[in-house]
T-cell receptor
């Protein structure tokens, strides 16, 4: 199993450009998440999904959009990039059912710079 | 709103020392608490998960405890090694199924 994979690893955007961060998991997890991590800080939840077709906002959703058309994929879209979106983005997944431990597994991250 | 604090922000110890990392949270209504390890430029690796009904979990040289009523957790690392150098993050999960993270403790173990 590859676990959680993210592409690209690095990206530089100009203000106003758009891009999609890709995330795929091969563990058949029902839950998927997008976090951002600013320097010296913990992770903040952007969006999450409890299954295909179902998404919900996290703590910092403004400026982002997500979709979940399959169990495996959970792309994150930035429509109009702003310098405040310079950060490291992590995708994670977990399997939750009643009585499960719900451990989250993380991808390696995408380092995004907006100039 | 849940807030998670980790103290100290950075810690440097000689190899072989036993050490304790601290995590505190403001809302005791949690589902579970996880400790993660993050290496520079890498993603997070889950170390230990403690359910709200549990008091501690152990894995090898690591032991994590949870005192839900006082809003505290500790991560104990025995006989530290240079390979333990990393940032350790604490995260709590509430009923909304979202993780709230602390800002981490950056550990350096000196050979």
């Amino acid at each position: 199993n590859a676990g959680v994979t993210q592409t690209p690893k690095f990206r530089i955007l100009k203000i106003g450009q758009s891009m999609t961060l890709q995330c795929t998991q091969d563990m058949n997890h029902n839950y998927m998440y997008w976090y951002r991590q600013d320097p010296g800080m913990g992770l903040k939840l952007i969006y999450y999904s409890v299954g295909a077709g179902i998404t919900d906002k996290g703590e910092v959703p403004n400026g982002y959009n997500v979709s979940r058309s399959t169990t495996e994929d959970f792309p994150l879209r930035l429509e109009l990039a702003a310098p405040s979106q310079t950060s490291v983005y992590f995708c994670a997944s977990s399997y939750w059912t009643s009585g499960s431990t719900d451990t989250q597994y993380f991808g390696p991250g995408t380092r995004l710079t907006v100039l | 709103k849940q807030e998670v604090t980790q103290i100290p922000a950075a810690l440097s110890v000689p190899e072989g020392e036993n050490l304790v990392l601290n995590c505190s949270f403001t809302d005791s209504a949690i589902y579970n608490l996880q400790w993660f390890r993050q290496d520079p430029g890498k993603g997070l690796t889950s170390l230990l998960l403690i359910q709200s009904s549990q008091r501690e979990q152990t894995s090898g040289r690591l032991n994590a405890s949870l005192d839900k009523s006082s809003g505290r957790s500790t991560l104990y690392i025995a006989a530290s090694q240079p390979g333990d150098s990393a940032t350790y993050l604490c995260a709590v999960r509430g009923s909304a199924r979202q993780l709230t993270f602390g800002s981490g403790t950056q550990l350096t173990v000196l050979p």
